[in-house]
Nanobody
Framework: QVQLVESGGGLVQAGGSLRLSCTTSGRTFSSYTTGWFRQAPGKEREFVAAISWIGIRTYYADSVKGRFTISRDNAKNTVYLQMNSLKPEDTAVYYC????????????????????WGQGTPVTVSS
């Protein structure tokens, strides 16, 4: 079992930055591809970014490319999402998820591939 806990969300002005963290106590966390998804009010949950278990390969949604950076520190059982140049449309609850069945990073945007999910952390970007 992998339990994921997100933190770092909050209120920020447009153009600002936030860094989200996803931590777990599961000792096998390092063997999972980890992704970030977000869900805005009234919208479906959408893919944001993912990182392979060893941290070499990353994959981003077009809407965040060049602004967001995903990284991981397996020694700390933590995955990060650095969000820069935030826009009001980035406002959402951000969820961390872990997958044991993503073999190609192109699959990482499929939320059905993810086995474990955190409870989410809210991000609000004011204009």
């Amino acid at each position: 079992q992998v339990q994921l806990v997100e933190s770092g969300g909050g209120l920020v002005q447009a153009g600002g930055s936030l860094r989200l963290s996803c931590t777990t106590s599961g000792r096998t966390f390092s063997s999972y591809t980890t992704g970030w998804f977000r869900q805005a009010p009234g919208k479906e949950r959408e893919f944001v970014a993912a990182i392979s278990w060893i941290g070499i390969r990353t994959y981003y949604a077009d809407s965040v490319k060049g602004r967001f950076t995903i990284s991981r520190d397996n020694a700390k059982n933590t995955v990060y999402l650095q969000m820069n140049s935030l826009k009001p449309e980035d406002t959402a609850v951000y969820y961390c998820a872990a997958s044991g069945s993503v073999y190609y990073m192109s699959q990482a945007s499929d939320r059905l591939k993810y086995d474990y999910w955190g409870q989410g952390t809210p991000v609000t970007v004011s204009s």
